[in-house]
């Protein structure tokens, strides 16, 4: 694998520091993007100017993650959100209850939509604003 690959791959998973690492040792010529990333080597970089780099977030990651929060014994309800005090909180306020538990789950997760399979992942796509609603699920 190039080191252009695993940059993609940062920003497809959002993998905020090792993103900011390699966009420092890209900056400070220390690796190049068609080198295979055995030659990434995080003890080159500078980890303060990094540090500063993910507190300033120059690349832009605004990690949205998932949460299913449980209305009542049967019924469920997937919010996509940034944390999961944002999500109880967009659920507290659009069902004016709080939820009995809130728990995260992977977007790599698969579940049946219609005749075919969708990821979280790909479902976030799909929405231009956080937090949203993804689906409910009803448990028989």
Do not use: W
Request: charged share 25%; net charge negative; glycine share 2%.
């Amino acid at each position: 694998m190039i080191v252009k690959e695993l940059y993609q791959d940062c920003f497809l998973f959002e993998e905020s520091s090792l993103g900011h690492y390699i966009y420092h040792l890209l900056a400070e010529q220390k690796i190049s993007l068609d080198d295979n990333i055995s030659k990434i080597d995080l003890n080159q970089a500078d980890h303060q100017k990094v540090a500063e780099l993910i507190e300033t977030n120059v690349l832009c990651f605004h990690k949205i993650c998932i949460y299913s929060l449980k209305k009542n014994q049967k019924d469920f309800i997937f919010i996509f959100a940034a944390s999961d005090q944002e999500a109880i909180h967009f659920f507290t306020k659009t069902f004016h209850q709080p939820p009995l538990n809130c728990h995260e789950y992977l977007l790599d997760y698969q579940l049946t939509r219609g005749n075919g399979v969708i990821s979280f992942r790909d479902m976030r796509k799909e929405f231009l604003s956080f937090p949203a609603i993804a689906g409910y699920f009803k448990r028989r």
